[in-house]
């Protein structure tokens, strides 16, 4: 007598792809098969048609100091520490990023096992507003803070608008931190991944002692700044996949400018859409044809 192994061996010896596909050509069958793979679609959809991002933005820290918090897609406490349920990554009811997320999950206290929720997006503003922008000392960065809780308000569907997400950390939560970007934004619409440079001279180009030093020390400082400047630019966009925008000081002297630059991003969304005719279309073309 045969064992299951050996009879399963001996199936799909004689089994053929094109057994399925002169079944599938059966008019019942291509009928009921059609109809249950619409409904099995369209019962998945945002599981089946949403994109999953690279690892390296499941998890993003941003904030300075000790005031540092966690935007996870999918969080849980596990073995005292915060990670995603990768399962649950397509699964999110929300569109990551945004406020419908946040208002979903909360903000990541990486000391503690909850997370900090927010019972509306009044709430959430107020936090925004009290908390995260307080932060900053660079009035600047406040005025940009100011105009995207205005974008917020004039918003007609607040829960799908991205986060501006201030001070992303690059390395985590090291506590040393390698880089921050000032501001970014993870619009899951478009998929553009943007970060912005609030960054006048005085800040980021300055150098001190100018009179005691000659033209070439100079040079030497200026052009390690530079390279400063422009590795921290490459390493983000090769981790993250984001693209840095620097606001400079003529650019600064008109803040509503910058923010409406700003804007354009958050705003964006595609008119694309998967249909499922078309799907099938495809599918029938290359393997029934």
Not at 165 to 193: C, M, W
Not at 194 to 218: D, N, R
Request: charged share 25%; net charge neutral; with cysteine.
């Amino acid at each position: 007598m045969m064992t299951y192994e050996e009879k399963r061996s001996s199936e799909l010896k004689n089994y053929t792809p094109s057994n399925d596909l002169v079944l599938f050509q059966d008019p019942e069958v291509r009928e009921y098969t059609l109809l249950f793979l619409e409904r099995n679609f369209y019962r998945n959809l945002i599981a089946r048609t949403r994109s999953k991002p690279q690892d390296s933005l499941w998890k993003i820290w941003f904030g300075g100091g000790k005031f540092v918090w966690g935007l996870l897609i999918a969080p849980v406490y596990r073995q005292g520490a915060w990670t995603n349920d990768v399962s649950e990554i397509r699964r999110a009811n929300y569109s990551y990023w945004t406020i419908g997320h946040i208002l979903n999950t909360g903000f990541i206290d990486p000391t503690s096992p909850h997370p900090h929720k927010f019972s509306d997006i009044e709430s959430l503003m107020g936090f925004y507003r009290s908390i995260l922008k307080r932060v900053s000392n660079s009035q600047y960065e406040q005025d940009i803070f100011d105009r995207y809780l205005d974008y917020l308000q004039r918003s007609q569907n607040v829960y799908e608008e991205p986060l501006l997400i201030p001070e992303l950390r690059y390395a985590g939560l090291e506590n040393k931190h390698q880089y921050r970007l000032d501001f970014i934004i993870l619009n899951p619409h478009s998929t553009k991944y943007v970060g912005y440079e609030i960054s006048p001279h005085s800040t980021h180009m300055a150098i001190s002692g100018i009179t005691q030093k000659t033209q070439t020390i100079l040079n030497k400082e200026l052009s390690l700044k530079w390279n400063k400047e422009m590795i921290k630019r490459n390493e983000y966009f090769s981790s993250f996949g984001i693209t840095t925008i620097t606001f400079t000081d003529e650019q600064l002297s008109n803040i509503d400018e910058c923010f409406r630059l700003i804007e354009r991003v958050l705003s964006e969304r595609t008119t694309e859409k998967l249909n499922l005719n078309i799907e099938m279309d495809k599918f029938l073309k290359h393997y029934c044809s």
